[in-house]
């Protein structure tokens, strides 16, 4: 059954990831690394489970009278500064914790990113539509209600694509029910036109999962997700980072993306590595993920050569 493997995974992923905190890092990969401090930074959190940081310090939601009827939350914010830095949209995988994700966040606050980071649960997953698509319709409306974040980057880990896969579904059904114009812009037209890139790290593919009895309650969703997912109706350039050693985002799914991807004219990017576990690259090979997160940042134009070189990003067991 469908529901019963997708609890095997779950599971399997937890194992994994727990595992992560008892992996050694040799004292050679400490050498250059530095932790960045987030003085100056602040803290927002519009709903449970968003976490904004940014230097604005003036940053709040707008207040809107009740409407009767209306259950969509609004989440349009304001800011002192009206002009936004680039902001990079954080999926991270089932079970991690903040200083997990803070390692990331550091690196692009770093090159002065405004950072959203956006969490899962392992019950949301199992029960996408009490879960996952309340979580992905809700980040849907924040990027539409906040176009002053005209340049966006997503960062997705493990079922961080599945998430994402869940939020173009979102834009796509939002532009139906709004009965748009063919010349009106859609909200997914919105929104696809400001992501400049895409990020994806032991992206685990539902799609090889198999139909089961519980087909009509979760798997009708993870399909239609994965399905949107790899016809990456929003086309911009992406970077994939895998292993061939992870059993859950696979060598083979994350190759067979590449492959569908540059056939519809995507500029993408690969790294793959001989031996890591799922979601730990950065762990296990702090310097050549960053060298390559910020290689891509570099060729679509969000970040300068001459920035990177300033890079210290602190390698520690976690």
Same mark, same amino acid.
């Given at each position: =059954?469908?529901?019963?493997?997708?609890?095997? %995974?779950?599971?399997?992923?937890?194992?994994?990831?727990?595992?992560?905190?008892?992996?050694?890092?040799?004292?050679? #990969?400490?050498?250059?690394?530095?932790?960045?401090?987030?003085?100056?930074?602040?803290?927002?959190?519009?709903?449970?489970?968003?976490? %904004?940081?940014?230097?604005?310090?003036?940053?709040?939601?707008?207040?809107?009278?009740?409407?009767?009827?209306?259950?969509?939350?609004?989440?349009?914010?304001?800011?002192?500064?009206?002009?936004?830095?680039?902001?990079?949209?954080?999926?991270?995988? %089932?079970?991690?914790?903040?200083?997990?994700?803070?390692k990331?966040s550091?690196y692009?606050?770093?090159?002065?990113?405004?950072?959203?980071?956006? /969490?899962?649960?392992?019950?949301q997953? %199992?029960?996408?539509?009490?879960?996952?698509?309340?979580?992905?319709?809700?980040?849907?409306?924040?990027?539409?209600?906040?176009?002053?974040?005209?340049?966006?980057?997503?960062h997705?880990?493990?079922?961080?694509?599945?998430?994402?896969?869940?939020?173009?579904?979102?834009?796509?059904?939002?532009?139906?029910?709004?009965?748009?114009?063919?010349?009106?812009?859609?909200?997914?037209?919105?929104?696809?036109?400001?992501?400049?890139?895409?990020?994806?790290?032991?992206?685990?593919?539902?799609?090889?999962?198999?139909?089961?009895?519980?087909?009509? /309650?979760?798997?009708?969703?993870?399909? /239609?997700?994965?399905?949107?997912?790899?016809?990456?109706? =929003?086309? *911009?350039?992406?970077?994939?980072?895998?292993s061939?050693?992870?059993?859950?985002?696979?060598?083979?799914?994350?190759?067979?993306?590449?492959?569908?991807?540059?056939?519809?004219? =995507?500029?993408?990017?690969?790294? *793959?590595?001989?031996?890591?576990?799922?979601?730990?690259?950065?762990? #296990?090979?702090?310097?050549?993920?960053?060298?390559?997160?910020?290689?891509?940042?570099?060729?679509?134009?969000?970040?300068?050569?001459?920035?990177?070189?300033?890079?210290?990003?602190?390698?520690?067991?976690?």
């Amino acid at each position: =059954m469908v529901l019963l493997r997708t609890s095997w %995974l779950l599971q399997h992923s937890a194992k994994q990831l727990l595992n992560i905190s008892k992996v050694q890092i040799s004292p050679g #990969n400490e050498t250059k690394l530095q932790p960045f401090l987030f003085r100056g930074m602040h803290v927002f959190r519009p709903i449970a489970g968003f976490e %904004l940081t940014t230097k604005d310090e003036g940053v709040s939601l707008v207040k809107k009278e009740k409407q009767e009827g209306v259950k969509d939350k609004d989440l349009r914010l304001s800011f002192k500064k009206e002009s936004r830095p680039p902001l990079v949209v954080l999926l991270p995988w %089932l079970m991690s914790k903040p200083k997990h994700i803070k390692k990331f966040s550091s690196y692009y606050l770093s090159h002065n990113f405004d950072v959203l980071s956006v /969490r899962t649960t392992p019950g949301q997953i %199992l029960w996408p539509t009490k879960g996952s698509q309340i979580v992905a319709a809700d980040l849907a409306t924040f990027l539409v209600h906040n176009p002053q974040y005209d340049q966006l980057i997503i960062h997705g880990f493990s079922v961080g694509a599945y998430v994402w896969g869940e939020v173009m579904a979102r834009l796509i059904d939002l532009g139906h029910s709004n009965n748009a114009a063919e010349s009106s812009v859609t909200p997914y037209d919105d929104v696809g036109a400001r992501v400049r890139g895409c990020i994806w790290d032991s992206a685990c593919d539902f799609m090889e999962l198999p139909r089961g009895v519980f087909y009509e /309650r979760a798997t009708q969703h993870y399909i /239609r997700s994965s399905q949107i997912f790899h016809s990456a109706p =929003m086309r *911009c350039p992406s970077l994939l980072l895998f292993s061939k050693s992870d059993p859950i985002g696979t060598a083979k799914a994350n190759l067979g993306l590449y492959k569908e991807w540059t056939g519809f004219g =995507m500029k993408v990017y690969t790294k *793959c590595w001989e031996k890591s576990a799922h979601v730990a690259h950065y762990l #296990n090979h702090p310097h050549e993920y960053i060298a390559e997160v910020t290689k891509f940042l570099e060729a679509i134009g969000l970040i300068s050569g001459l920035k990177k070189d300033s890079i210290r990003v602190k390698v520690s067991n976690v």
